[in-house]
C-alpha cells in the first residue's frame, strides 16, 4: 500500500507543479537581487537575504526562509488535506477499504506519502537555491550593501533576526560573525532541512485530521491553514503571550540558530518537541476517527 | 454466504436499515429490491464494513464482520453504488494499482488477471486513455472489472447495469450468469425490475429499511391457478369452459384453472380456435408494489405498511 501511495504520489502532475512553483520563488528573487544587486539591508527583509549577494552558498538558508512562512505550508496542507478527503470525494476510499486495505494501513500510508512529499520539496528547494546561489549570485561577488530594495514583507517573526556578517571571503560566516567551514554548513543546511521537514510535518497531522473529518480536500486543506494564520496572529500578539510557547508556529524559524557558532539549540529542540506533540495529538485523533466512521461516499 | 440477524444503522434520528434477517445461500443470484432510499445501499455497505451496524449480527462467508472483515473482503468482488477510479490513469492502470493495495493480489498474475478481467466485461481492446475519457457504460464496465480481478467467490455488486445501453445490459447479465454457473454466488442491489427478473434466482425486497419479502423467485411466480387465453372465437370458447370464465375482455378471457394443458385440450376438442394460452404468472412488479410503500423521492403518498403494525419476514417470523 505504501508502494501504491507513493506511485500515486509521483504520477500525479499537481506533485511536480507544486514542487516547481515552490522553487520558482527563490530563483526569481534571486534573479532580481543578482541583476539590482540590492539586497536588503541586515536585519531587514527575510532570513539572509542580506548575505546572499557576498556568500551565494548561502542561498540554501535565504531560500527556506523565503518558502517557509506561506508556500511550503500551503503545499503540505493540500497534499496532506486531500490524502483522505479527496479519495472519498472521488469514491475512490471504499474500494480501497473493500479491496481490503485497512484503515491504519492507509492512513500510515497516506502519512508516508505526505512526509516523502515534504522531503522531496525541501530537498528540492535547497539543491536548486544552491545551485542559483552559486550560479547566480556567486561566493565571491564583490560586497554591494543594500541600500533599499525589498522590504520585510515577511516578518522573521522569532528566533532572532538575521544579522549576517557582510565580509567577502572564501569560508562562510555564520550569524555570530564566526566563519563556517564547508563541511559545517552543509551540517547546518541538513540540520535546518531536517527541522523544516518536522516543521511541516505538524502542518500535515493537521491538514490529515480534518481530512478524514470532512469529504473536502479544500476544505481540510484551508481548515489547516487557518490554524496556521490563527497561530501567526498570536505569535505577534503580547496579549497572547501565555499561550505562545505551545502555538504550532512558535519556534518555525528556530533553524536559524543553526547558522549560529556555536549552535544555539535552545529553540530549535523546543521546536522539535512542540512539532512532535502536534504531531502524536493530531495523528491519534485521526486515527481514531478515521477508524470508527462510517464510510459512506 | 450471506446472513444478518436483527441488523439496525441508525444515522441520528434516521433508521436506515430495521432488524434486517438476510439469507443468500450459496450459488444463489440473490437480486436485493426496493424503492430509493430504502436501505439497499447502507445494508451493502454494512456487509462490506464500511458502514458500522447500530446493532444486529453480520456474517459473510463463515465470518463475523465487521470483526473479521479483511479475512473476507478478499474472496468478494464489490461495486458499490457508482464505480470510481482514478481520472488521470488508464483503466489497466487503475486496476493494477486498486490491485496492488491491500493485500492477496499476487504480482506474479496480475497482468493476467487485470487482462482477463477487462475482457470479461468487454474492454479487451482498451487504450492508454485515462478514465476521465471514459463514457458512462465504460465506467461501469471498468468497475465490475476491479471486481473481478481477485476473481472472487462472491460478488457484491449494487446496481451493475447503472449507465449501460441494452446490448451492455445484456452482456454483462450473461457474464454474471456464466460466473454464477462456475460457481460465484451473485449478491446485487436494484431498482430495475426486469434486471432482476431476468437474472436473479431469488430476491429481497426493503421497504423503507424492512426486510419485507425473502423469497425464491420461481416460488413467488408459480402459476396463480389462472389461464389466460386468446381466441378469435370467444363465444364458443366461454360456452365449452362454462362456470370456469372468471373475466372476459373482447377476446381475451382469464380462466380459472390449475391445468392449461387439459383446458387446452377441452378448447380443441369443443373446435375453438386457441391464439394463445398460458399459466398466468404474477410479475415481479407486482409482487414488489404489493409489499412496498412509496420510495423516499414521493411525498404525500400513504406507505403500505405501517411501521408500528407489526408485519412478518419472509420465512414467517415476526419481526
Known amino acids: ?297 | 454466504m450471506i446472513t444478518t440477524r436483527d441488523l439496525t444503522k441508525r444515522f441520528g434520528r434516521v433508521e436506515a436499515v430495521r432488524e434486517v434477517t438476510l439469507d443468500v445461500r450459496e450459488g444463489d443470484r440473490y437480486g436485493l429490491l426496493g424503492p430509493n432510499g430504502s436501505g439497499k445501499t447502507t445494508l451493502v455497505r454494512m456487509l462490506l464494513g464500511l458502514v458500522y451496524a447500530t446493532s444486529g449480527e453480520i456474517s459473510v462467508l463463515g465470518y463475523r464482520v465487521p470483526k473479521h472483515v479483511s479475512r473476507v473482503l478478499p474472496e468478494i468482488g464489490a461495486l458499490i453504488e457508482e464505480p470510481a477510479a482514478y481520472p488521470h490513469l488508464s483503466g489497466r492502470a487503475n486496476l493494477r494499482l486498486l490491485d496492488a493495495a491491500g493485500p492477496h493480489g499476487a504480482r506474479r498474475t496480475r497482468r493476467r488477471r487485470v487482462d482477463e478481467a477487462l475482457e470479461q466485461v468487454g474492454l479487451a481492446g482498451i487504450d492508454r486513455r485515462p478514465v476521465r475519457s471514459y463514457s458512462l457504460g465504460m465506467r461501469q464496465r471498468l468497475g465490475l472489472a476491479a471486481a473481478l480481478v481477485r476473481r472472487p467467490r462472491l460478488l457484491i455488486l449494487d446496481e451493475p447495469t447503472n449507465g449501460l445501453d441494452p446490448r451492455g445490459i445484456r452482456d454483462i447479465r450473461n457474464l454474471l450468469i456464466g460466473l454464477n454457473d462456475s460457481g460465484v454466488t451473485v449478491f446485487m442491489s436494484s431498482h430495475l425490475l426486469p434486471e432482476v427478473s431476468a437474472l436473479c434466482t431469488r430476491i429481497g425486497v426493503l421497504d423503507s429499511g424492512r426486510l419485507v419479502l425473502q423469497e425464491q423467485l420461481a416460488a413467488l411466480q408459480e402459476p396463480t391457478g389462472r389461464v389466460l387465453i386468446s381466441t378469435d372465437d370467444p363465444e364458443r370458447a366461454v360456452a365449452a369452459l362454462d362456470g370456469l370464465i372468471e373475466r372476459q375482455d373482447g377476446a381475451d378471457l382469464v380462466v380459472r384453472s390449475p391445468d392449461p394443458a387439459a383446458l387446452n385440450a377441452r378448447l380443441v376438442a369443443a373446435g375453438v380456435p386457441v391464439r394463445s394460452l398460458a399459466a398466468e404468472r404474477r410479475s415481479l412488479e407486482d409482487i414488489v408494489l404489493e409489499v412496498t410503500g412509496a420510495g423516499s423521492d414521493q411525498f404525500g403518498v400513504p406507505a403500505s405498511g405501517e411501521p408500528d403494525v407489526p408485519s412478518t419476514t419472509a420465512n414467517g417470523e415476526p419481526q
Not at chain 1, 540554501?60 to 523565503?66: D, E, G, I, Y
Not at chain 1, 492512513?107 to 547566480?136: C, D, E, N, Q, R
Not at chain 1, 480534518?210 to 500578539?237: F, P, Q
Open chain 1, 1 to 297: 500500500m505504501i508502494a501504491v501511495e507513493l506511485f500515486k504520489l509521483v504520477r500525479r502532475l499537481r506533485t511536480w507543479l507544486s514542487i516547481g512553483l515552490i522553487c520558482a520563488l527563490p530563483l526569481i528573487v534571486a534573479v532580481f537581487i543578482a541583476v539590482t544587486h540590492l539586497a536588503p539591508p541586515p536585519g531587514q527583509g527575510s532570513a539572509f537575504l542580506s548575505a546572499v549577494l557576498n556568500e551565494g552558498q548561502l542561498y540554501p538558508a535565504a531560500a527556506l526562509a523565503l518558502v517557509l512562512p506561506v508556500f511550503l505550508p500551503v503545499a503540505v496542507a493540500v497534499m496532506a488535506g486531500d490524502s483522505i478527503a479527496g479519495e472519498a470525494s472521488t469514491g475512490t476510499l471504499r474500494y480501497l477499504l473493500a479491496r481490503p486495505v485497512g484503515r491504519t494501513r492507509l492512513l500510515v500510508a497516506k502519512l508516508i506519502a505526505v512526509i516523502a512529499f515534504t522531503l522531496i520539496a525541501v530537498v528540492a528547494v535547497t539543491v536548486t537555491s544552491y545551485a542559483t546561489g552559486v550560479l547566480i549570485l556567486g561566493p565571491s561577488r564583490a560586497a554591494a550593501v543594500g541600500t533599499g530594495g525589498i522590504s520585510g514583507s515577511i516578518a522573521p517573526g522569532a528566533g532572532g533576526a538575521p544579522t549576517a556578517g557582510l565580509q567577502a571571503g572564501a569560508a562562510v560566516t555564520s550569524l555570530s560573525g564566526a566563519p563556517l567551514t564547508f563541511l559545517e554548513l552543509i551540517e547546518r543546511v541538513l540540520g535546518a532541512m531536517a527541522f523544516i521537514t518536522v516543521s511541516m510535518l505538524g502542518v500535515a497531522a493537521i491538514a490529515l485530521f480534518l481530512s478524514t473529518l470532512t469529504d473536502s480536500a479544500i476544505g481540510a486543506a484551508l481548515g489547516a491553514l487557518a490554524t496556521l494564520v490563527a497561530s501567526e496572529v498570536l505569535v505577534t500578539l503580547n496579549a497572547a503571550s501565555a499561550v505562545q510557547p505551545y502555538l504550532p508556529t512558535r519556534y518555525w524559524l528556530a533553524w536559524i540558530d543553526f547558522f549560529r557558532q556555536p549552535i544555539f539549540w535552545r529553540n530549535i529542540d523546543r521546536g522539535f518537541g512542540i512539532q512532535a506533540v502536534y504531531m502524536v495529538v493530531f495523528l491519534a485523533a485521526a486515527w481514531a476517527n478515521f477508524a470508527t466512521r462510517d464510510v459512506t461516499t
